[in-house]
């Protein structure tokens, strides 16, 4: 079976070298997942473009379609990093859990959010009509639905592309779902 190691610094284009720079003096570190993507010597720049595009969703709304998306896609990379995320932007560990089952019962706005985005993760975008009508009727607009579908692709390519090379996850590990709500 190929492994798939993580790139160096030294082992990837120039413009990959500088956006790994600039990751290490913003987050202190180049996560294993981005040094994944730089194995091509376009995709890293075209995701972190993608990803940090301006959107009508808030980070601690984008954190909700994270973790939802990431808990259909069983993606352990991307739960993890977004388990740490969410608690940077207030979420609680009980609280992220829900999020991951694709629910939330402390805020109702945000339960239509995680409800949509993991509808819209399971059935490859044939989103139930009920689900998108209770998404509405909790204040959402349509901006905010294209968004909200912008993000589910944008996490579901780095969920893959984990789910693929199995590159080590470098953040604390979050619990499997079943044996956390045990």
Known sequence: MTTFNVP?????????QGIFDHLEKALGFVPNLFATYAYSENALKNYLDFTNAKTSLKAKEKEVVNLAVSQVNKCEYC???????GKMNGFSEDQILELRAGKASFDNKLDALARLSKNITE??????????????????????????????GDKTISNYINNTTRVPVDFPVAAPLDAALA
């Open 8 to 16: 160096t610094r030294e082992e990837v284009n120039t413009t990959n």
């Open 123 to 152: 059935n490859r975008g044939n989103t139930d009509a009920d689900i998108l009508e209770n998404f509405f009727n909790a204040g959402w607009t349509k901006e905010n639905l294209i968004d909200t579908i912008s993000l589910v």
């Open 79 to 85: 739960l993890s990093a977004h388990t740490a995320i």
